[in-house]
């Protein structure tokens, strides 16, 4: 069964720093690329940020500059490093598989960032 778990969500400040997780199990992963999505209140689902198969990152316009992705190839867990959040940032993340960075094959069920002001 595929299973894609997100953690290290929360409350942070804004200028503050979170680091998520998306441990990954049921396929093979070092095959998938790995993308973050995020969906704020009354907004469309966003792509942030994907990881190649072949180490390759995707940056959207949002994330340059504050976001990094990384992964543990033994741990099957990939990671979302985010700084100088912004109230913006506010949203439930998802992390997703695919073989290439789209379409996405797996989702996860997300994790709430919340950035107070």
């Known amino acids: 069964e595929v299973q894609l778990v997100e953690s290290g969500g929360g409350e942070v400040q804004a200028g503050g720093s979170l680091r998520l997780s998306c441990a990954a199990s049921g396929f093979t992963f070092a095959d998938y690329a790995i993308g973050w999505f995020r969906q704020a209140p009354g907004k469309s689902r966003e792509g942030v940020i994907c990881l190649s198969s072949d180490g390759r990152t995707y940056y959207a316009d949002s994330a340059k500059g504050r976001f990094t992705i990384s992964s543990d190839n033994a741990k099957t867990t990939v990671y979302l490093q985010m700084n100088s959040l912004e109230s913006e940032d506010t949203a439930v993340y998802y992390c997703?598989?695919?073989?290439?960075?789209?379409?996405?094959?797996?989702w996860g069920q997300g994790t709430q960032v919340t950035v107070s002001s």
């Open positions: 997703a598989a695919a073989q290439e960075c789209w379409p996405y094959d797996y």
